[in-house]
């Protein structure tokens, strides 16, 4: 299976400071049509997770442009420009080009 | 409004079936795939499987295999997960998602179902 290593696990951020989480996936995630299908999910308490991030870099609608994605190949990046009170919560990298799809162990972003 | 609405709460033996439905509403239904994902508590996302509500096809992580099922009833927009031989490590809240081919990621999630092994 591919392993998806998020760093931090957990993250105090003041409000307005960025933030930034990393994930590494234990092999390439270069499908065979060429794309890398790497996403980022927000899971707040009690939610169910919520798209952000869909092939690497590709905001999900209604997603603010101070979220971001970077990355290629096995190292993905989600930046966060501004933290903002509601992006409290665990986000998790995911990687659909491998079966079985995994994900990363979260990391959980907290306000200072 | 797009929507997927789930079953509610379920409490199961071990060794005992726990079937969990998942309702479409809102789009084409034959459209997306609907992936299921669980999360134990405290824990993190692991994926199951998929259904293609169109044909009925399915494909399951191995770690699942010979104990999980995947169905759908295209009459009422429904998809099914059903998991066998409960055991303590089952309980979780399982999680419906949809997936728009040719793409690959899950944009709209059911609100989780609760499971829980318990005797």
């Known amino acids: 299976d591919t392993v998806m290593t998020q760093t931090p696990l957990s993250s105090p951020v003041t409000l307005g400071q960025p933030a930034s989480i990393s994930c590494r996936s234990s092999?390439?995630?270069?499908?065979?049509?060429?794309?890398?299908?790497l996403s980022w999910l927000h899971q707040r308490p009690g939610q169910p997770p919520r798209l952000l991030i869909y092939?690497?870099?590709r905001r999900f609608s209604g997603v603010p442009d101070r979220i971001s994605g970077s990355g290629a190949g096995t190292d993905f990046t989600l930046h966060i420009s501004r933290v903002e009170a509601d992006d409290v919560g665990v986000y998790y990298c995911?990687?659909?080009?491998?079966?079985?799809?995994?994900f990363g162990q979260g990391t959980k972003l907290e306000i200072k | 409004q797009e929507n997927l609405v789930q079953s509610g709460a379920e409490v199961g033996k071990p060794g005992a079936s726990v079937k969990v439905s998942c309702k479409a509403s809102g789009y084409t239904f034959t459209a997306y795939y609907i992936h299921w994902v669980r999360q134990a508590p405290g824990q993190g996302l692991q994926w199951m499987g998929w259904v293609n509500p169109d044909s009925g096809g399915t494909t399951y992580a191995q770690k699942f295999q010979g104990r999980l099922t995947m169905t759908r009833d295209m009459s009422i927009n429904t998809a099914y997960m059903e998991l066998t031989g409960l055991n303590s490590d089952d309980t979780a809240i399982y999680f419906c998602?949809?997936?728009?081919?040719?793409?690959?990621?899950?944009?709209?999630w059911g609100k989780g179902t609760t499971v829980t092994v318990s005797s």
């Open positions: 995911m990687q659909l080009t491998h079966f079985p799809y995994t």
């Open positions: 092939k690497i870099s």
């Open positions: 092999q390439s995630l270069v499908h065979s049509d060429g794309n890398t299908y």
């Open positions: 998602a949809r997936q728009l081919l040719p793409d690959y990621y899950m944009d709209l």
